[in-house]
């Protein structure tokens, strides 16, 4: 731990003053031991301040966030796909032709 116990949770309490309310997260590898490095999550600011002070994760960059968030969607779109599958759902694209203009006819 950082220093004493009241510098400990000073820090923590300094950190959780920058952070919006909810915020992405990167996990770190090998904090605690043997965790997988590299995973993003969201975390509400408290918990995220301690994690960031205790050194087990740090904030996700923007592109880290789109990524991950482009990925969920990508998996939810799939279970999306398989659950319609099961149920015997299916989903067709309906191409419609293009109407063919009509002619403006002028009466006099």
């Known amino acids: 731990m ?16 920058d952070l ?15 965790a997988r490095g590299g995973v993003v999550f969201q975390a509400a600011a408290g918990l995220a301040a301690k994690l960031i002070t205790d050194g087990h994760a740090r904030r996700a ?11 969920e969607a990508a998996r939810r779109a799939e279970a999306e796909e398989v659950e319609r599958r099961r149920r015997g759902v299916t989903r067709l694209v309906v191409s419609l ?12």
Not at 5 to 12: D, F, I, L, N
Not at 20 to 34: I, M, N, R, T
């Open 20 to 34: 919006p309310p909810v915020v992405w997260l990167v996990s770190v590898e090998g904090q605690p031991v043997e």
């Open 97 to 108: 032709p293009e109407p063919e203009p009509k002619a403006v006819s002028r009466k006099r």
């Open 61 to 71: 960059t923007p592109e880290e966030t789109v990524v991950h968030e482009a990925g």
């Open 2 to 17: 950082i220093g004493g116990t009241r510098e400990y949770w000073a820090r923590v309490r300094s950190t959780e003053r």
